[in-house]
DNA sequence: GTGAATGATTCCTG
DNA sequence: CAGGAATCATTCAC
């Protein structure tokens, strides 16, 4: 490295004229043109180039620094900067300034959305709380599921937080290792501000696809997560008897119209402790199943309009038909069973 | 293990 | 968008 400075130098007291090491014709100023006075001189540099590592560490300082002196070194550098900037990295400016990455920004937004990054939500998610929210069955056990699967993502946000941190640590160093290796060899080589500026950028754009990589595993992860939760879902949980009951009672009841309004579902699901949907659906599976089978859920019907009659009676006794059905088993809609036995089945 | 029962889901229709 | 119909998937009784 050191050759450089020496061959280029001539008019400090390192290397001047007089130096053994110098090339004759460089000595004498005029210079040789005879052939064997400059195969001396090659001879001479060769030789110079063979024994620099005999040269001391001082020695080898002290032209380093009288480079560096040089009146001549910062227009030196600025052309050999210009031209190389011309030249070499003309090529790569076009391809900067890139638009943001279209596929980045959909895995973004969806670690923000499934609340992975961003700002902390007491360790769940939008989509946790939904999916909770449709599932249904307010019971304990499915804010159990619910609890786990927050345990889960957060387990899944922390190790994404802690990876991304170690990217950026490690981008941090090499991009500051990178460029004080730079700013030290842009001493004996052309390297403007601008090109560390490149590199540095360059740095950047190759740790970010590493992120990248980190943020497409992240949400595969929640992807499966978020699966594995709402197969759990699925799992069916009988109702219990009592709202079965309840349920029935209704159904039986209002045989006629067996299509509770909004307020009639809201009132009988929190009677059984379960959703409204879980109501509509309970209605949707009964009316098509009792249609279809009438025959089938006749002793049931007789049992519930029994009851139901009993209870009119009872509290026509007391006075009261506040909980006696509004419409039992009137005129139109579902075929009644044997109950009534001027209404049999179609 | 098997089949019936049953809650949930999906697709279609008015 | 609510409800009907078909179907799926699980539970439960035997």
Redesign the pocket.
């Known amino acids: 490295m050191d050759e450089q400075p020496r061959l280029m130098h001539s008019h400090t007291g390192v290397g001047m004229a007089g130096h053994p090491g110098l090339p004759q014709h460089m000595q004498e100023g005029t210079g040789g043109t005879d052939g064997d006075g400059r195969k001396q001189d090659i001879g001479d540099i060769l030789q110079q180039i063979m024994t620099i590592t005999d040269q001391s560490l001082d020695e080898a300082q002290a032209r380093k620094h009288a480079l560096n002196c040089h009146r001549m070194k910062p227009a030196l550098f600025n052309v050999l900067c210009e031209i190389k900037e011309k030249t070499v990295l003309s090529i790569r400016g076009a391809q900067e300034e890139e638009p943001p990455d279209p596929q980045l920004m959909r895995l973004d937004n969806m670690l923000l959305a499934e609340g992975v990054s961003g700002p902390e939500k007491g360790g769940g998610s939008a989509a946790a709380a939904a999916a909770a929210a449709a599932s ?2 307010a019971g304990a056990d499915n804010s159990a599921e619910h609890s786990d699967y927050r345990a889960k993502l957060s387990q899944i946000r922390q190790i994404y937080h802690t990876e991304l941190e170690k990217y950026e640590q490690a981008c941090n160093e090499f991009t500051t290792h990178v460029m004080n290796l730079l700013r030290e060899q842009s001493r004996t080589r052309p390297i403007s501000p601008k090109e560390i500026e490149r590199m540095v950028s360059i740095i950047h754009r190759k740790f970010s696809s590493i992120q990248m990589q980190l943020k497409q595993s992240t949400c595969e992860a929640v992807m499966i997560l978020r699966s594995r939760f709402l ?1 759990a ?7 219990n008897k009592q709202a ?1 009951e309840i349920l029935n009672e209704y159904f039986y009841s209002h045989l006629s119209n067996p ?1 509770p309004s909004e307020e009639a579902k809201e009132e009988l699901a929190k009677k059984c402790a379960i959703t409204v949907a ?1 109501v ?3 209605f ?2 009964k ?3 009792y ?1 279809k089978n009438i025959g ?1 859920f006749q002793e049931e019907a007789n049992m519930y309009a029994a009851r139901t009659a009993v209870n009119a009676a009872n509290a026509s006794s007391h006075g009261s038909q506040a909980n006696s059905p509004s419409t039992p088993n009137s005129a139109g809609g579902y075929p009644s069973p044997c109950y009534q036995p001027d209404r049999r089945i179609q």
């Open positions: 249904g069955g197969d879902r699925r799992k069916r949980r009988n109702f079965t299509y879980q509509s659906n309970w949707g599976n009316r098509i199943r249609k089938k």
